[in-house]
């Protein structure tokens, strides 16, 4: 198991040459659901906030839980109506969290090793965004990248 400081940095602030970490790549636009909304309404509230996830706070819970468009989409496939089916049914609740000094090595990590493509970031007690693995593309390219983007690379189109 890995621990907290195991991972060397491989991408660094072109601004001091710092570690890129958690907080400086996290969203902190996070959309908040409560376990009786419908899938439809979350996926409502996500697709006006254009995020890919949705923190669920259920004051009979320990913890935050998160319901993410993949769950959406199983629900879905699974020919679930998403008027009827709640966000209850449907979020995972056993989670791994993020601290915000993580760097995102250790982030990465922990989506590889759980199988998940976001991490809560708690800091206090408190939940202060949510970091996905598009997040941490967007700063290992913006950042560190060993390869420019090319500016031809187009959106939606296939080459």
Not at 48 to 65: H, T, W
Not at 114 to 129: A, K
């Amino acid at each position: 198991m890995w621990r907290h400081g195991d991972f060397e940095p491989i991408v660094t602030s072109r601004f001091g040459g710092v570690p890129v970490q958690v907080k400086d790549g996290m969203s902190d636009v996070v959309v908040t659901v409560g376990p009786s909304h419908t899938l439809r309404e979350a996926a409502r509230l996500m697709r006006d906030r254009q995020v890919g996830s949705a923190v669920v706070s259920d004051p009979e819970q320990p913890g935050p839980g998160i319901l993410t468009e993949r769950d959406i989409l199983r629900s879905i496939g699974a020919g679930e109506d998403p008027d009827g089916e709640k966000v209850s049914e449907h979020l995972t609740a056993n989670l791994v969290f993020a601290a915000p000094d993580w760097s995102l090595e250790e982030a990465a990590a922990a989506m590889v090793r759980g199988g998940f493509r976001h991490l809560i970031v708690i800091d206090g007690g408190e939940v202060s965004g949510v970091l996905s693995v598009r997040d941490i593309v967007r700063c290992w390219t913006d950042d560190g990248a060993i390869c420019d983007v090319p500016p031809s690379v187009s959106v939606g189109s296939a080459a």
